[in-house]
């Protein structure tokens, strides 16, 4: 009776319940249960054992070679396919908002399609044209974009290749967020005041499109630095992003404790830059937009 | 009319195409491999479905169709009633942390890949689970969550609760008024839920490989294993095979519910 | 229809549009139309919404090309010129104002682009800023200024350019009705102290009377008639202008007589009324009498002279200042009459006479 009119005085609570529930069991518990076991300790050939030690964070803080070659390697991927995946998805992005009907709805399946075909198949895609290394220096030579033949497959160029084509489909949603939102009427005020259309853009369009960028540059930046999938197909272990280590670490040499720790490093790492970097945005751009 | 020549113009779309272009150029090279009898030998010279056969005909492409559909099936369904009940609180209701609330509910998302597998493995481990098929459909389940809410939460804003206030005015009680008004009135944002999350899981490679078994792969880590190892069209012609699937996928949606709601929605991660 | 050519003996260094048409597929919302405004006038562009008017002050502000025609501003031809080599100054409808940048920067930010020096933007920013009553709102942004600050703000951005012309798109249709009030006395006083040949787009026929010098009525792309607001109110020469502008009553019925200064004029229900003779009046012709309700007197005793009807007040609509009476005659004939909220004022149901002077009505010919 208590249960029956507890339910009916807090019908939110009762309805979040069991998927708070589950998401508690299986999402917080774990990662909590993750940064405990991160002080357990190793048991080289066998599983772990229960300690409160910090031989795991000494292990990589302490290594000069994993802080350079892991943690800042991958800050510096991410942070340089970040940029390099906004500067790319902005051109189609303002073309896509700018255009309506039948060729918008084409042109905007045609760009956000590969999220929903999974990324196996878009790396294998990549793969095969990589393996034709011959035929693409051959195109990109004749295109100007390079001056002598570069090898992709197995290389940091690849890898940075297929991280900044994945993450160029969520860029362009949330470029598409802010650019939507504009109205037309602001860039028309613009030319009628003299503005041809590289200053409307210039002056207004672009700066009232930050916050999709920012938006945009917060989800490629944090998909791209625990990236995972991509160096692995794409470079076995010559490029241990943090994403990799951890699964070598857990799933191939099954040193659980070291790499609970080395993904504690990596959400906090994480935490930190994306805090950083929101609070520069901020103070540099927002506060004429009263954001 | 004179029309001088646009320059700026021209290269903006240009450049636009070019892109566009790149982004559906895998796509299109593993379409004309998979058909290809040569195979990864360019340019094309003929056409063959000799790829299909092998692929579809390949035990380990058939099992890990079978295991993903069955762990998508499974946890979409769970993902999408979950969904209507947290969105319905979410929504109708104001409490307060409700925006804590739903960050929460959004955590999925923003936890890397990597690190949620390795939670849940270790987690379910020391629950004496260690990986299989459960682990498998609890860690989808969780992965995927996040979609069936914004979808229905969306299609609930839109939703007019005067209706609901009609149908009670009538006489219809809470659970009656939920079942005949508003679950037909938004089953446009539980199927869109339902299509968005059945694909993540589908798709899902990152988590699955921390919590598969040896009899329980899914089909991205079967393709996974095969090209590391084989390396033959018939991965192409596997992959096509997804590919043309999710075509058929996006005309349905657009039938059923409309490309921009899909779209709109699903994607924020899809590792 | 006809089109309307204005020619003026001085300069008409104003706006001069020669047969613009526009066509989306077979849909031709602007049809060969010809208008001119002169220079230090001010002229209103009136019509109901999709007629046409929003288009036509678009391809003017270059935003449209048109199909075929000529637009002259200042007497240049900026028919293929760009909408940022124009010299026009547009107040959008919705202000379109740039929210992150201060009113100074929006002001201002055309005299940049002309690279005009910074000790010159201030003084004309703030010239600008006193003239619209804005004076210390330099650095606020529009998200903090009210519906009719926004407004000026439009307003003073373009002023700040000097344009030849302005081109106004309903610009005092977000605000409340006492506000719009206002601002239509400011708007008239600023442009005859700066004569400023503005074009002012709107379906507010009250607006477009009260500020105009000239009106321009558009309906279904086509201009119907171009003259001052007393021309249009009082000589309409068309049906849809007699309706569109003030409220009308419109019967039709032929010539039945003529004598030497009246006709007498049978409506269709048998209602003879004697009204003034026009030159091409003849007996036997057809034409509509449109009669405006404040030209019919309403009295409880039966008036002398012509034209007097029996009625029955069916309804009454109150607006403050004046009362409609909606009057049913013995015949069955439907009139509106309005008169000013004095007495006698009267109620429904009661029996009433109207009265009307045989001058105090237009002809107006059938539509072909």
């Not at chain 2, 195409?17 to 559906?24: D, K, Q, T, V, W």
């Not at chain 2, 339902?194 to 490679?205: D, K, P, Q, T, Y």
Request: hydrophobic share 50%; aromatic share 12%; charged share 15%.
């Amino acid at each position: 009776m208590k249960i029956r009119n507890w339910i009916f005085r807090n019908p939110p609570l009762f309805l979040l319940l069991p998927g708070a529930l589950l998401l508690a069991s299986f999402l917080v518990i774990p990662v909590g249960w993750m940064i405990r076991v991160s002080f357990y300790q190793n048991l080289p050939g066998s599983y772990m054992k229960a300690a409160w030690i910090l031989d795991n964070y000494k292990k990589f803080l302490g290594d000069f070679w994993y802080l350079r070659n892991v943690l800042y390697f991958s800050f510096k991927i991410a942070a340089f396919t970040t940029f390099l995946t906004i500067l790319l998805a902005y051109p189609p992005s303002l073309y896509i908002a700018r255009s309506r009907g039948r060729k918008k709805q084409v042109l905007l399946t045609m760009t956000l399609s590969p999220l929903l075909i999974g990324m196996v198949c878009l790396i294998f895609g990549w793969i095969v044209i990589f393996r034709a290394q011959g035929l693409l220096n051959q195109i990109a030579l004749w295109a100007g974009l390079i001056s002598e033949p570069v090898k992709y497959l197995y290389s940091l160029k690849g890898i940075i290749i297929c991280l900044v084509y994945i993450s160029i489909p969520f860029a362009i949603l949330n470029l598409l967020d802010s650019l939507g939102r504009l109205d037309p009427s602001l860039e028309e005020a613009a030319m009628n005041v003299g503005a041809n259309r590289w200053q409307s853009f210039r002056h207004i369009t672009f700066p009232l499109s930050t916050p999709g960028m920012f938006a945009g540059s917060l989800v490629v930046f944090a998909l791209n630095f625990s990236a995972f999938a991509v160096p692995l197909m794409l470079g076995g272990e010559r490029f241990p992003m943090m994403g990799l280590v951890i699964y070598i670490q857990s799933m191939e040499l099954n040193n659980i404790p070291f790499a609970a720790a080395i993904s504690m490093i990596l959400l906090v790492s994480s935490m930190i830059i994306l805090f950083l970097y929101s609070k520069a945005i901020h103070r540099l751009f927002f506060r004429r937009l009263g954001l | 009319m004179k029309q001088k020549f646009d320059v700026g113009k021209f290269i903006f779309s240009l450049v636009t195409f070019m892109i566009i272009f790149a982004l559906i150029f895998p796509i299109l090279v593993l379409i004309v491999v998979s058909f290809n009898p040569k195979g990864f030998i360019l340019p094309p010279s003929g056409l063959t479905f000799r790829w299909y056969h092998q692929a579809l005909t390949y035990k380990d492409f058939i099992s890990g169709m079978y295991v993903s559909f069955v762990i998508a099936l499974v946890s979409s369904g769970i993902a999408t009633v979950l969904g209507i009940l947290i969105s319905l609180s979410l929504v109708r209701y104001r409490f307060k942390g409700r925006n804590l609330v739903n960050t929460f509910f959004m955590s999925p998302l923003t936890v890397p890949a990597a690190i949620m597998g390795l939670g849940i493995y270790i987690f379910l481990a020391k629950l004496g689970m260690a990986k299989g098929v459960f682990p498998l459909i609890i860690g989808h389940t969780i992965l995927i969550m996040p979609f069936p809410i914004m979808a229905i939460s969306a299609s609930l804003r839109n939703f007019d609760p005067s209706l609901e206030e009609a149908a009670m005015n009538v006489g219809a009680g809470p659970l009656r008024t939920f079942f005949s008004i508003t679950l037909p009135t938004i089953k446009t944002g539980i199927l869109a839920g339902v299509i968005i999350s059945f694909i993540n899981s589908w798709n899902n490679f990152a988590l699955s490989i921390f919590l598969s078994t040896p009899r329980w792969i899914p089909l991205p880590m079967q393709l996974y294993s095969y090209i590391k190892f084989e390396y033959d069209p018939s991965g192409a012609a596997l992959s096509a095979c997804l590919i043309f699937l999710s075509g058929v996928v996006i005309i349905l949606s657009d039938r059923l519910i409309g490309l921009d709601v899909v779209m709109g929605i699903g994607s924020r991660k899809n590792s | 229809m006809r089109s309307m050519m204005e020619e003026y003996g001085e300069d008409t260094k104003g706006i001069s549009l020669k047969n613009v048409t526009k066509r989306y597929g077979h849909l031709v919302v602007v049809d060969s139309i010809s208008f001119d405004v002169k220079k230090g006038e001010f002229m209103s562009l009136l019509g109901p919404s999709g007629c046409g008017k929003t288009t036509t002050l678009r391809m003017i502000a270059g935003f449209v090309k048109p199909d075929r025609g000529t637009i002259d501003i200042g007497g240049e031809d900026v028919t293929h010129l760009p909408p940022f080599k124009r010299n026009v100054g547009l107040v959008f409808q919705s202000y379109a104002l740039w929210p992150h940048m201060t009113v100074f920067e929006n002001i201002s930010f055309g005299l940049k682009l002309n690279k005009i020096k910074a000790k010159t933007i201030k003084e004309k920013v703030e010239n600008v800023l006193s003239l619209t009553n804005l004076n210390g709102m330099e650095n606020r942004y529009p998200r903090e200024l009210s519906g009719g600050q926004q407004q000026r703000v439009a307003l003073a951005r373009a002023l700040a350019l000097d344009p030849a012309v302005f081109l106004l798109d309903e610009p005092l249709s977000n605000l409340d009705k006492k506000l719009r009030v206002y601002m239509r006395v400011e708007l008239k006083q600023l442009q005859k102290n700066l004569r400023m040949t503005i074009l002012y787009v709107t379906h507010d026929q009250e607006e477009a009377l009260s500020m105009s010098d000239r009106v321009a009525i558009m309906n279904k792309g086509r201009i119907i008639q171009v003259g001052t607001p007393h021309e249009i109110y009082e000589n309409p020469q068309s049906m849809f202008t007699a309706d569109f502008v003030g409220n009308i009553n419109m019967i039709e019925g032929v010539i039945s007589e003529v004598s030497d200064r009246l006709a007498t004029f049978r409506t269709r229900d048998g209602s003879l009324l004697k009204v003034s003779l026009e030159k091409t009046m003849k007996r036997g012709d057809t034409v509509n009498v449109a009669i405006r309700p404040e030209k019919l007197s309403v009295s409880r005793q039966q008036p002398q002279g012509d034209n007097v009807f029996l009625g029955t007040v069916k309804f009454v609509d109150y607006f403050g200042s004046l009362i409609k009476y909606f009057v049913e005659l013995e015949t069955g004939l439907q009139l509106i009459a309005e008169n000013q909220n004095l007495d006698p004022r009267f109620n429904a149901g009661e029996k009433v006479y109207l009265k009307l002077e045989p001058g105090h009505c237009y002809f107006i010919q059938p539509e072909a």
